[in-house]
């Protein structure tokens, strides 16, 4: 016999939870279930200030069960198949629960072992990454005990979280190294198998700027394919304008940065729900499923053409919520609101300077502040620092921002 809900949430991250504490603001509120195995709850756009020493990484962590909104059923667990039809989900100790309405956030997948060497490697012969709790730490290790070299910072050719996150720790160690001297003696190579430094022009011609001043070299259509970390060398694949592959070259390293390249989670991807490239198969504006109108999806395993980042979930939710209550009430959406792609991306250009970058699907500046938001400024570095995260504790995860 299965167990039923009005609502069955699955993921306990940042959408997750958003989503159910909004649902739980509502005045006659529906019977949830939030479905989440994990008993830490972590801020993960800090990660990149715990990698270049500013916080102890403890600082982005808090239990799951405090952000839990009252009245709502936590199930700790993880989902393995989805039954749209017959609006059921299986979890992996058997349970089958069924649900009205289906809102999917389980989050991103890493994918370390894509790369050839580099799940062998990762947290040792100075190859690091802030994508991981446990990681970012080693970051900082390889950081401070780095006098000059060469240090390469690269980005994979699928979808991430925080698109930015490749270049903000570039730009953080470059200038750690202008600070204790050691700027001039290191080869900072940046690795994008993309053609671009940013998506949105405003914010490119600033940080192309910022990439002269450290004297980075960005590398375009260079993308990490094998990682030998006891020789200490990385094999980065250089494609041509027409994407044929040109060479494989071997790039000696003394730090690598590396972020993985991520998917949909397995179960999303082999599920009823996913479109061909195995995200959660949402109308862009509506966030409501393409075949299935009682499932919505929002967050970093949607289909959703946006940048992946939690600023996105907080436009995100309210959208979610909204519809999925009107599926529930009158069976249809009959008041569309529009969610127009909006994504924040604060890039942190050095200690104290950040742009903070806001825009749309159509790559066009959707700023909050009543100023230049292309240049950069101290005032977004501390709104990143001591903002931000308050903003996510208090206000995001409680349903009131």
């Known amino acids: 016999m299965s167990e039923n809900y009005q609502v069955v949430i699955v993921g306990g991250g940042t959408a997750g939870i958003t989503v159910a504490a909004r649902l739980r603001e509502l005045e006659n509120p529906p019977r949830i279930a939030l479905i989440e195995p994990s008993e830490k709850h972590y801020y993960q756009p800090i990660w990149t200030l715990v990698g270049a020493g500013v916080f102890p990484k403890e600082i982005s962590v808090r239990n799951e069960a405090d952000y839990i909104p009252d009245g709502v059923?936590?199930?700790?667990d993880k989902v393995t198949s989805f039954d749209p039809e017959k609006n059921l989900v299986v979890t992996s100790d058997g349970k089958t629960i069924g649900y009205d309405a289906l809102v999917v956030c389980p989050g991103i997948q890493l994918n370390w072992s894509a790369i050839p060497g580099l799940a062998e490697t990762i947290g040792s012969n100075g190859v690091c990454s802030n994508y991981g709790f446990e990681r970012s730490e080693y970051t900082w290790e390889v950081l401070r005990n780095l006098k000059g070299g060469r240090a390469i910072f690269t980005q994979p050719n699928t979808p991430v979280k925080c698109g930015g996150?490749?270049?903000k720790i570039m730009y953080l160690a470059a200038d750690y190294l202008r600070l204790h001297g050691h700027l001039d003696d290191t080869d900072i190579q940046f690795m994008s198998p993309g053609t671009v430094v940013f998506g949105v022009p405003e914010f490119e011609r600033t940080l192309k700027k910022v990439i002269a001043r450290y004297g980075i070299t960005f590398n375009t259509r260079h993308e990490l394919v094998e990682v030998r970390g006891e020789q200490k060398k990385a094999i980065i694949r250089v494609r041509n304008e027409q994407d044929e592959i040109i060479d494989d070259k071997e790039y000696p390293f003394d730090m690598m940065h590396v972020v993985p390249p991520q998917s949909a989670p397995e179960f999303i991807k082999e599920s009823p729900l996913a479109n061909a490239e195995g995200w959660v198969d949402v109308n862009q504006e509506t966030l409501q499923h393409n075949r299935f109108p009682n499932v919505f999806s929002l967050g970093d395993a949607s289909s959703t053409p946006n940048a992946k980042t939690g600023a996105a979930v907080r436009k995100q939710a309210p959208v979610v919520v909204d519809h999925l209550m009107q599926v529930l009430q009158q069976g249809e959406i009959k008041d569309r609101q529009?969610?127009?792609?909006?994504?924040?991306c604060p890039l942190v250009t050095g200690f104290g300077r950040l742009i903070l970058a806001e825009f749309d699907y159509d790559n066009r500046p959707m700023p909050s502040f009543p100023f230049d938001t292309t240049r950069e400024r101290y005032s977004m570095y501390a709104l990143k620092?001591?903002?931000?995260?308050?903003?996510y504790w208090n206000g995001m995860l409680r349903g009131r921002a």
């Open 73 to 76: 059923d936590w199930i700790k």
């Open 165 to 167: 996150a490749p270049q």
């Open 385 to 391: 620092l001591y903002v931000l995260p308050q903003l």
């Open 338 to 344: 529009v969610y127009k792609g909006y994504s924040s």
